[in-house]
């Protein structure tokens, strides 16, 4: 990775404003106590998910004091900052929304900025101001690249979020530096201690190093779930509750510092409360030593962060499935496109043969090499589409649903876990449609997938069975379930299957939040998740759905296809097919051209400028996403011009993977086909189309500038 040098060669920069209010916003700044500080994993964490997100070489956390510009954390970055008139983020922090300069040769405040002009030099810049509770801009989290490019709107939402995150690291620290401040006063007096217990909702803690003996505050007993009477004095009361994974290395951790002569210790560790639940625990102290310097006690606070920690985790996991998401659509989009020209060229090559046959010599083993390799393109589109339906995990659009094929996505997905462990048996009763978010009720029955497979071992497939059940059950309700032949939960941990955290997976393996989360996705869709268990024979878990008489549809999807067989030829049409994939374009120039009169264009500006010169036409075929104008700009140029013919257009698309293009597809009524398409299927919905009469007689064809 490119990375850029110590210092930039000499050149000219325009200088930003000093910011109304620059005096308070650096009086905040230095509050945080962070500048000039080591390197934190938590930065580095958020510079790295933020290069990665927004696909960039360099990223950074910069802080902007008096007269320079601080990188608190970096990727891809070699100096440690740089002067506050060369930044851009100087700039940034001038306003509260994101700062984007997608070429700064093309922009006079930084064209001749050195860093600009260097051979290295940088072209790209994205900055989200960090904005404290108090308003005061701190610094940015940016992003930047040696070439001109364009964030999308969910990169540039990331960035903001990312920016949050970085915030509320701040703000911990300052709330970190502020406990500090107040344990140091614990040193003075009793009394001190008695005003920090009275100021504090934590535990605070003594731990007398000579006798082992530790006391407490009352506030242990509301933290801890346990009586102050039940907490021992002796300090090993308080190490057996350590979690079995958290305690040699908490142990070895807090003995380290004492030894080393460390004058704080901190660490996070799950602790076992009262109830038998864990918690997260985040505890800091004061290591107190005689003048000799040897440990005489410890003074400390213990802070519950389970439901910060969840809270974070969540968050997470929301922006990791949404990036995974946006990723598994553009991956299905790529590969729709030349699957789409090659299931048409086989298809089309397939019947040549056929039609051919008689006489030519090895045709028919010719085609039987194009069927199967037709068949082996038929099932990448059924996996591609499988995973098009995970690519939409911030979709909240509840819509009529077939339950069967959500649910044959989801098993596709879960294959590989399965294909070692069990066998995957689908016994489907007859239900009917069911209203839900297809993408997060096949995150759920994804999961419980998943779940069944890991709670059996590998390498006894033929042996143990996972099964997937459909029913109606005699409320109206439609069911789930999904049971397995595995270990099954034992009666102690049942009632906390879906807390958040809990697992019963190794340390390290799962968060313990798949359960949690199902549970969660359910009840937001009006449903149930339920489970029974029975140790060493399986468990069940149960999705329940309710009625659908309980909601109505808001609307029926047209028919995009009409039924194949019932299609008869009508005549010859002009249809003009716009694409930028050159492939996909000779594939149906060539496959509906035996028909039809084909006019293509790689370029939708290109096909504007045809029809604008009175050229007749029928139907258009137009690809929704392409560079320059989408079929989606296409398409309003042509309604704002000629509205009567806005409903000639056919869409064809290999995904629809942004929320625009997602939206514009639901409002608008023209029929469309996914790529890759049936030759069959298209050749009907273009004849059905010519039967109606698209263009009336005596009509013009001539589009109006606009």
């Known amino acids: 990775m490119a990375r850029v040098p110590d210092s930039p060669p000499a050149g000219g920069a325009v200088a930003a404003p000093l910011p109304d209010n620059e005096q308070e916003r650096l009086a905040a700044l230095r509050s945080y106590a962070v500048l000039d500080t080591e390197p934190e994993l938590s930065f580095d964490d958020v510079t790295h998910l933020a290069s990665r997100i927004c696909g960039t070489p360099m990223a950074a956390v910069v802080l902007v004091d008096e007269t320079r510009q601080w990188f608190k954390s970096r990727q891809g970055v070699g100096i440690e900052g740089c002067s506050r008139e060369e930044g851009f983020c100087s700039h940034a922090i001038l306003r509260s929304e994101p700062f984007i300069i997608e070429d700064a040769t093309a922009d006079a405040r930084f064209r001749d900025n050195p860093f600009v002009n260097a051979p290295w030099g940088i072209r790209f810049y994205a900055g989200v101001p960090l904005i404290n509770p108090q308003g005061h801009a701190l610094g940015t989290v940016c992003v930047l690249d040696y070439t001109p490019r364009q964030l999308t709107p969910e990169q540039t939402r990331s960035l903001e979020a990312l920016a949050r995150q970085v915030v509320s690291l701040l703000e911990l620290r300052r709330m970190n530096h502020e406990q500090r401040r107040l344990i140091a006063e614990l040193r003075t007096s009793q009394e001190r201690i008695d005003i920090l217990q009275r100021a504090t909702h934590d535990a605070i803690w003594d731990w007398d190093l000579k006798t082992n003996q530790l006391t407490w505050n009352p506030r242990v007993a509301e933290l801890l779930g346990d009586d102050l009477e039940h907490a021992s004095s002796d300090i090993s009361w308080w190490f057996d509750r350590f979690h079995p994974g958290d305690r040699a290395r908490v142990t070895e951790s807090l003995e380290r510092a004492i030894a080393q002569g460390a004058s704080l210790w901190t660490d996070e560790y799950r602790f076992r409360l009262a109830n038998g639940k864990w918690a997260r625990m985040f505890s800091r102290s004061a290591i107190l030593r005689d003048a000799e310097g040897h440990p005489r006690r410890l003074i400390g606070v213990g802070v519950d962060i389970s439901e910060r920690e969840e809270l974070r985790a969540r968050v997470e996991l929301a922006e990791r499935m949404s990036s995974v998401g946006t990723l598994a659509a553009g991956v299905a989009h790529e590969i729709n496109n030349p699957l789409a020209y090659v299931m048409a060229n086989l298809s089309y090559a397939l019947t040549e043969v056929r039609e051919g046959r008689a006489a ?9 090499v194009l069927q199967e390799a037709h068949e082996g393109a038929e099932r990448i589109r059924r996996i591609v589409r499988d995973l098009k339906t995970f690519s939409r995990p911030a979709d909240e659009r509840m819509e009529w649903l ?3 094929h959500t649910i044959d996505s989801a098993a596709t997905l879960a294959w590989n876990e399965i294909r070692h462990r ?15 978010n297809e993408g997060r009720l096949g995150q759920v029955v994804l999961h419980l997938l998943v779940n069944a497979a890991h709670a ?32 099954g939960i034992p009666e102690s941990i049942r009632s906390r299957v879906f807390e958040p955290f809990f697992t019963t997976q190794p340390v390290g393996e799962g968060m313990g939040l798949g359960l949690s989360i199902s549970h969660t996705l359910m009840t937001h869709m009006g449903g149930e998740l339920q489970f029974e268990s029975e140790v060493g024979k399986g468990t069940v878990f149960r999705v329940v759905l309710p009625p659908p008489a309980r909601r109505e549809p808001t609307s029926v999807p047209p028919e995009t296809v009409p039924p194949r067989a019932e299609v008869a030829a ?27 009169e084909v006019i293509a264009f790689d370029r939708a500006q290109a096909a504007l400028a045809w029809m604008e010169q009175g050229q007749p036409w029928d139907l258009i075929l137009c690809d929704v996403m392409m560079p320059e104008m989408t079929g989606m700009e296409f398409h309003e140029a042509l309604a704002r011009r000629m509205p009567e013919r806005a409903r000639d257009i056919i869409f064809i698309t290999g995904g629809a993977f942004t929320a625009t293009a997602r939206e514009f597809l639901a409002r608008v009524d023209n029929a469309r086909l996914d790529k890759p398409f049936d030759l069959e299927a298209l050749c009907a919905l273009v004849e059905a189309r010519l039967k109606e009469g698209v263009q009336k007689p005596g009509g013009s064809s001539r589009v109006h500038p606009g």
């Open 360 to 368: 030519a010599p090895g045709a028919d083993e010719l085609t039987q």
């Open 402 to 404: 077939d339950l069967h």
């Open 422 to 436: 069990a066998r995957l048996v689908k016994q489907y009763q007859e239900v009917p449609p069911v209203y839900a």
């Open 456 to 487: 059996i071992a590998e390498g006894a497939a033929d042996q143990n069975e996972i099964r997937i059940t459909t029913r109606v059950d005699a409320e109206g309700r439609v069911l789930i379930e999904v049971s397995d032949t595995g270990r």
């Open 570 to 596: 009508t005549r010859r049409g002009r249809l003009l097919v716009v694409d930028d994939e050159a492939r996909v374009l000779s594939s149906l120039e060539r496959t509906l051209g035996r028909t039809h």
